[in-house]
Nanobody, 119 residues
Framework: QVQLVESGGGLVQAGGSLRLSCAAS????????MGWFRQAPGKEREFVGSISWSGESTVYADSVKGRFTISRDIAKSTVYLQMNSLKPEDTAVYYCAAKYVLSTTYGYWGQGTQVTVSS
């Protein structure tokens, strides 16, 4: 089992920044690809980005590319989502998730943290 706990959400004005954190526990953190997802009211959950188990490779959704950055600190078993130039359409509940390196699906999810961007 992997337990994930997000933090860092809040209310920010458009153009501002936030950094979300996701602390992992329970299994060897370095064996997992970590992803960030978000779900806005009335919409389906969507992929934001991910970082490989080694931290050497990242993937981002087009909607956040150039504004969001994912990083991980293996020693702290924590993954971060740095969000800059925030827009009202970034308002959502943000979730981190873990996928074992040999798996094709994300099997572990955090409880989510609310991000609200005011115009």
């Amino acid at each position: 089992q992997v337990q994930l706990v997000e933090s860092g959400g809040g209310l920010v004005q458009a153009g501002g920044s936030l950094r979300l954190s996701c602390a992992a526990s329970g299994r060897t953190f370095s064996h997992y690809t970590m992803g960030w997802f978000r779900q806005a009211p009335g919409k389906e959950r969507e992929f934001v980005g991910s970082i490989s188990w080694s931290g050497e490779s990242t993937v981002y959704a087009d909607s956040v590319k150039g504004r969001f950055t994912i990083s991980r600190d293996i020693a702290k078993s924590t993954v971060y989502l740095q969000m800059n130039s925030l827009k009202p359409e970034d308002t959502a509940v943000y979730y981190c998730a873990a996928k074992y390196v040999l798996s094709t699906t994300y099997g572990y999810w955090g409880q989510g943290t609310q991000v609200t961007v005011s115009s």
